[in-house]
């Protein structure tokens, strides 16, 4: 059998995964993110981990430390059970909670704090998990247009005062085909509204008209992962190869690139787990880097970094950058700038542990263990101005820098009365301030200064 290491690549090699990755990928083509749909909006956040899909706001200011006596500038209670992640745009946040049986979508004045209205989308589906609910998936938005989707296989399409343009309703196996609560969040392209669907069985990604709701185009993205690893929760990217519009889909074992204008898979990076392994589920989303896209995988016990330009000219293995088996993380998805990758483990044996990585050589830069603690880790890393921001499921938030002095110092432990588990959510930005969904409330968080 082919080792899972070119002579080119760079390992870190701990003998939990010395055999997990130890085979031949196979290969497809790749990536670039594209944010021009939302560069007349720079203090949006207007997707699941922001407008670049790299975890990063916009702003040069962000408070850093905030309690319930200080620096909340409101607080909002939000009812019923919901882990989405609120995407906001022109002063609204929009997110979903399932309420009394149904799915809804709502949105709150981010002056004010109030509701100025909700909307249902379908029936609520409750939870398979503690963690979950039958709204974990993030809203989207164009500015103009509001997207939802929901465990329950509702999507619904909503414009900024409330109406519902359209609505339809995806078919899978919730029972069987996916184990645990939906968590994979839609994105946009230039016409269309996109989902994935990876899952014990027939998996695809799909495509909707984004002002009817008629379907585009239905891909296929069937892969040959046993039992749960076939199931993912993670969201797609939008990537460029050559200029040319593309999706790129992380889980089941593989990296997939589509066509984005039909779902056409154009290839296909395998390998990612040679034993089989039948419970490597993918939750932590890929994150882009430059000319590199940043894998987690195999529960947070891997992260592969893959060139995009050989990937997309099918050099296979060889596309591979580097590799490292003792870094990553299960659930949280990483953070990405200049050059940098942020990660926040969340094993067993890790927890709470920060790697910050070199992008083009996989070398860690710093790393630094927060506050011992039995609490986890499910929301992703944030980086706001100059500090990354790490919140754990009890809302508690550990603000790290200042970064580009290269520090990697706890600044602060930002504590809040709704420490209730679990909190998913991931914080956020809007302006100059950070939006924290914990269980049950919404806060804006606000410098004084």
């Known amino acids: 059998m082919n080792r899972f290491r070119p002579d080119n690549v760079m390992t870190r090699n701990s003998s939990t995964l010395k055999q997990l990755l130890a085979t031949t990928l196979g290969v497809t083509a790749l990536l ?37 006596e200080s620096n909340i500038d409101w607080k909002t209670e939000i009812p019923g059970l919901g882990g989405s992640t609120p995407v906001t745009h022109d002063n609204v946040a929009y997110l979903t909670s399932g309420m009394d049986g149904k799915n809804k979508l709502m949105a709150i004045d ?39 989707f929901f465990r ?13 343009k359209w609505q339809t309703q995806l078919s899978y196996d919730m029972k069987d085909g996916l184990w645990w609560d939906l968590g994979t969040s839609p994105i946009l392209t230039d016409n269309a509204v996109v989902l994935t669907v990876m899952h014990t069985g027939p998996s695809y990604l799909i495509a909707f008209d984004k002002q009817t709701g008629k379907e585009l185009w239905k891909g296929d993205r069937s892969v040959d992962a046993p039992k749960e690893a076939a199931q993912s929760y993670a969201t797609p990217l939008n990537v460029q190869v050559d200029g040319k519009p593309m999706i790129a889909v992380m889980g089941g074992d593989y990296l997939t690139i589509h066509d984005a204008s039909n779902g056409k898979e154009l290839g296909r990076l395998g390998g990612f787990n040679p034993t089989s392994h039948e419970y490597f589920r993918s939750i932590a989303s890929p994150v882009a880097q430059g000319n590199l896209i940043i894998c987690p995988y195999a529960r947070g016990a891997s992260v592969t970094a893959v060139r995009m330009d050989d990937l997309a000219k099918g050099k296979g293995k060889d596309a591979i950058a580097w590799f490292r088996d003792d870094i990553g993380s299960d659930v949280p998805t990483p953070a990405a700038k200049d050059g940098r990758v942020y990660f926040i483990s969340d094993g067993k044996q890790t927890r709470g542990l920060v790697t910050c990585v070199d992008a083009k050589t ?37 603000v790290i820098g200042p970064l580009s002095a290269g520090k990697n110092e706890l600044a602060a432990t930002n504590e809040v009365s709704d420490d209730v588990q679990y909190t998913v959510a991931s914080p956020t930005a809007i302006g100059d301030a950070i939006l924290l969904r914990s269980r049950s409330h919404l806060y804006k968080i606000k410098s004084d200064d």
Request: aromatic letters at 8%; charged letters at 20%.
């Open 32 to 68: 670039m993110l594209d944010t021009s749909a939302y560069s007349d909006a720079p203090t949006a956040w207007p997707q699941w981990r922001g407008s670049a899909q790299n975890g990063v706001a916009t702003g040069t200011h962000y408070p850093t430390q905030w309690n319930e």
């Open 110 to 148: 981010t002056e004010s704090g109030t509701v100025k209205w909700e909307i249902e989308i379908g029936d609520d589906t409750g939870n398979k998990h503690k963690k979950g609910g039958g709204s974990n998936p993030s809203a989207i938005t164009d500015g103009e247009l509001i997207y939802a």
């Open 152 to 164: 329950s296989g509702d999507l619904g399409c909503v414009d900024k005062n409330g109406k519902l």
């Open 362 to 398: 996989g070398e860690t830069i710093w790393d630094t263990k927060l506050p011992k603690s039995r609490v986890g880790f499910s929301s992703s890393p944030l980086i706001a101005g100059d500090h990354l921001y790490i919140t754990g499921e009890n809302a508690t938030t550990y």
